[in-house]
């Protein structure tokens, strides 16, 4: 094997190497931004009267009516206090299900196209196929990340979506 072959190999393993270690950190990344538990009604209601307990006589931003998201109150024209990332804490009570979804904020610069809410709450479970399956439905309870950004740091759904899950939204 001339020496030439030999460098081309060389590179070549080493890309393929590379590509292997980023893509298991982004499904790591991913995996981490999800957080799914058993849990009964007791357990689930004490976890969203803690989120609520840090909003004190904040209403929401949005609010779920006839299968669309409705806004309820326009965000902030001063510019906000920066938030992190918006999170959302769903309970699916026919499963007995308690899910944490940690979507960044920065995400917005990437992330153009509104996202279905309830879509979000099955990314741990079904993966990307959860959007994607609520896109194709037509979901109509969809946000773009940059619209949520506009609010900074406060309470923004609290409601039940058509198929039952209580949703509780929070930039923080």
């Given at each position: 094997?001339?020496?030439?072959?030999?460098?081309?190999?060389?590179?070549?393993?080493?890309?393929?190497?590379?590509?292997?270690?980023?893509?298991?950190?982004?499904?790591?990344?991913?995996t981490s931004l999800y957080q799914s538990e058993q849990a009964?009604?007791?357990?689930?209601?004490?976890?969203?009267?803690?989120?609520?307990?840090?909003?004190?006589?904040?209403?929401?931003?949005?609010?779920?009516?006839?299968?669309?998201?409705?806004?309820?109150?326009?965000?902030?024209?001063?510019?906000?206090?920066?938030?992190?990332?918006?999170?959302?804490?769903?309970?699916?009570?026919?499963?007995?299900?308690?899910?944490?979804?940690?979507?960044?904020?920065?995400?917005?610069?990437?992330?153009?196209?509104?996202?279905?809410?309830?879509?979000?709450?099955?990314?741990?479970?079904?993966?990307?196929?959860?959007?994607?399956?609520?896109?194709?439905?037509?979901?109509?309870?969809?946000?773009?990340?940059?619209?949520?950004?506009?609010?900074?740091?406060?309470?923004?759904?609290?409601?039940?979506?058509?198929?039952?899950?209580?949703?509780?939204?929070?930039?923080?």
């Open positions: 094997m001339t020496g030439a072959r030999r460098v081309l190999l060389r590179i070549g393993a080493a890309l393929v190497i590379a590509g292997l270690a980023i893509l298991s950190v982004g499904v790591w990344w991913v009964d009604p007791a357990r689930a209601d004490a976890a969203f009267a803690e989120v609520r307990a840090r909003f004190p006589g904040i209403d929401p931003a949005f609010h779920i009516r006839e299968r669309r998201l409705v806004i309820a109150r326009q965000p902030p024209t001063a510019t906000p206090t920066t938030a992190a990332e918006v999170h959302m804490l769903v309970w699916q009570p026919r499963e007995r299900m308690l899910s944490r979804v940690a979507v960044p904020l920065w995400m917005s610069n990437i992330a153009t196209e509104p996202l279905p809410l309830e879509a979000l709450a099955g990314v741990g479970e079904q993966g990307v196929g959860a959007v994607l399956e609520a896109q194709r439905r037509g979901n109509q309870l969809n946000v773009r990340i940059s619209d949520l950004e506009r609010y900074g740091p406060t309470l923004l759904l609290d409601g039940v979506t058509p198929d039952g899950k209580h949703v509780l939204m929070w930039n923080q």
